[in-house]
């Protein structure tokens, strides 16, 4: 069973103040790209694999959706998920992405927002994604770059002239890193993205699009941190389809 | 028209040394994989895009492919690779990969080892070679890794513990990379990973596999430069195919 920080008192103080926990979608600056990349939703069964607060679930409705089923690890995250939201066609299922059982040909789409890289390997996951989906229908979801992930210590080294660069090493050792985000010892996996891509075309899926998200100059005007985001991305998105 | 790095006087004798020039395939680490990423050329017709002294045009040959055509923009190189042969099945045709006219429906695999990335931009390419290719063919080709080309000054860095970090910045600053590689002002064009893939996708072209090439212990171990080559990918390996 996958780490759940989710739960650690520490990490779930810290991840109730980001910008994407207060303002939900609107605090996450690659939503605008991730929303581009989903198919209409009108009508169609979709789940949220890793949902948190539940923020895309109540945004997949708005847009259409039939019915929404939203996973995490985390007992505390569904239980605020839950206080949410008063819509029955919205389910919350606690489940480790690990164990997830899917039912077969049942969902339209399936989508994923910041937890695959939680995953110590996606060929699991991906065989059972490509079951689950209908024919034509689609995975789209973001997880951290490998460009981000991979490096024995993440961070940014300065050069003679004084010229930012993000470091990278370790790229080819796949496997477990430790990171103090919000609170020590959160363990993620690096993986190459050729290995992502490979898990879900070995799965049997069709790679739609590959986007290393990185912002746009009005995202940085108005939030200067982003800047650096335009200099190595930390996020890819990806979305492929079930063949019709 | 791309820039002719290759008949640059000095860039060429540089080149003629490269362990690649002298050895051929057997010369270049990624070949192994690369080959594994191609299909049975038996009786196949084969095209090399930028095949130079055509190493790969004489193997593919080898390996059953009834016809085979290199393309390349420097003079010299196909110079070099019509001396090598005498083989009446291996054709040359001095071509800008820009400008290059391929026929429809012609072709069954499409090869492509480190050239790509002088060209400026993929769509135009990549719609071609769906164009050419027949039913169910194949794309296989090697290009400099964005992770090798982003930054503004290519380069390892040291943090204070002595260790080493390969420096990524202006990753999503796509575009021309002067470098200064066998000859001053060579041109090359940085793309992210995503950019490539999605032009190959836009085309029609079924992405068949990604890989973010890098040696492995055996390599490491007869060829001990290439341990920096774990650190970071210099290169990516990229197979597709048409429909059938």
Redesign the interface.
């Known amino acids: 069973m996958a780490q759940n920080i989710y739960d650690n008192p520490a990490f779930f103080e810290g991840y109730a103040q980001l910008p994407r926990s207060v303002q939900g979608l609107d605090g996450a600056p690659e939503w605008p790209a991730l929303k581009a990349m989903l198919p209409d939703l009108t009508g169609k069964s979709v789940i949220d694999l890793g949902c948190g607060y539940g923020w895309f679930c109540r945004a997949a409705r708005e847009m259409g959706a039939s019915e929404v089923t939203g996973v995490d690890i985390s007992e505390k995250m569904l239980a605020r998920a839950a206080e949410l939201t008063d819509d029955a066609r919205i389910h919350y299922q606690r489940s480790d992405l690990e164990s997830l059982i899917l039912q077969s040909n049942s969902l339209d789409v399936i989508y994923s927002s910041l937890a695959l890289h939680y995953l110590p390997e996606l060929d699991t996951l991906s065989g059972k994604i490509q079951q689950a989906l209908k024919p034509g229908g689609s995975l789209v979801f973001s997880m951290e770059h490998p460009?981000y992930t991979c490096?024995?210590?993440q961070?940014w080294?300065t050069?003679d002239s004084g010229?930012?660069?993000?470091?990278?090493?370790?790229?080819?050792?796949e496997g477990q890193r430790v990171s103090n985000w919000l609170a020590d010892g959160v363990i993620k996996y690096h993986r190459?993205?050729?290995t992502t891509?490979?898990a879900l075309?070995k799965a049997g899926l069709?790679?739609?699009?590959?986007?290393?998200w990185?912002p746009t100059q009005a995202q940085i005007d108005a939030w200067p941190a982003l800047a650096e985001?335009?200099?190595?991305?930390m996020l890819?998105l990806i979305s492929a389809r079930k063949a019709q």
Request: charged share 20%.
């Open positions: 460009i490096a024995t210590r961070g080294l050069d010229v930012r660069y993000w470091g990278v090493n370790q790229y080819q050792a190459t993205l050729g891509l490979n075309i069709i790679v739609s699009e590959v986007n290393e990185g985001e335009a200099e190595r991305p890819v």
